[in-house]
């Protein structure tokens, strides 16, 4: 399976949270599965973290890392997603979510996230 990481999909893997579905705590533990993580990940980590939101200066110190050791791809993020994401309509006002759901409908992927507010695009959102 290949999918895309929302990034509180990817903070509750690192904490090893409860708050994963079971679905998709399979998924992440399939090492077969191709798992891709945006930059725009990276992006709304370093935020939370330097916010206060999320307290994990290791995570954010050595992302590439935690991705190469988990068996995640890093998906870079491309003139034609930010347009994409640019003309999506206004369902979800969240600058980072439009953002994967734009890589999402360019390559033809699902996400793995707890987000509803997804489901309001022409992505196929797994839970």
Request: hydrophobic share 50%.
């Amino acid at each position: 399976m290949e999918a895309l990481l929302d990034t509180q999909v990817a903070i509750w893997w690192f904490e090893n949270s409860s708050n994963l579905s079971r679905r998709v705590s399979a998924i992440l533990a399939n090492q077969r599965n191709a798992l891709y993580v945006s930059a725009v990940v990276g992006w709304e980590i370093a935020i939370k973290v330097k916010v206060g939101k999320f307290q994990s200066a290791e995570l954010i110190g050595d992302m590439p890392g935690f991705l190469e050791r988990e068996g995640w791809l890093e998906l870079p993020i491309t003139l034609e997603h930010a347009v994409r994401a640019g003309l999506l309509p206004l369902h979800h006002r969240d600058p980072f979510d439009r953002l994967l759901v734009a890589q999402a409908e360019a390559l033809n992927l699902p996400i793995l996230s707890a987000d509803r507010g997804l489901d309001d695009y022409d992505v196929r959102r797994v839970w």
